[in-house]
């Protein structure tokens, strides 16, 4: 069975994550929770990470916009990536990684 261009995205975040050992879930996509949520929820050095996986020139819903300025006025961190800026995650991953062996 092929995957969908979206879900190699978020293979590609997900292996991301394991590399530098970030704890996170993915809340199940059904008709019980609220709409809008992100892909992937992290939690890194105490700081809350979303993940929104878009594939091409996918776009983000109002619904999931919504939840993005929610996460981000309560000062967390919301990202939507793709397939062009996946190495960006992994970069910044890298930076946080190297601020937080400096601080401790």
């Keep these: 069975?092929?995957?969908?261009?979206?879900?190699?995205?978020?293979?590609?975040?997900?292996t991301i994550l394991d590399e530098h050992?970030?704890?996170?879930?993915?809340?199940?996509?059904?008709?019980?929770?609220r709409q809008g949520i992100p892909d992937i929820i992290c939690c890194l050095d105490g700081h809350f990470v979303a993940i929104e996986?878009?594939?091409?020139?996918?776009?983000?819903?109002?619904l999931q916009e919504r939840e993005i300025a929610k996460i981000r006025?309560?000062?967390g961190t919301a990202w939507v990536i793709?397939?062009?800026?996946?190495?960006?995650l992994k970069e910044w991953l890298m930076k946080i990684e190297d601020l937080y062996g400096k601080l401790f």
């Design 21 to 33: 050992g970030v704890y996170y879930f993915c809340p199940p996509a059904n008709g019980y929770g």
């Design 53 to 62: 996986c878009k594939a091409g020139k996918g776009v983000t819903t109002v």
């Design 73 to 75: 006025k309560a000062h």
């Design 1 to 14: 069975m092929a995957q969908t261009p979206e879900v190699k995205v978020k293979h590609a975040v997900r």
């Design 82 to 88: 793709n397939e062009t800026n996946v190495g960006q």
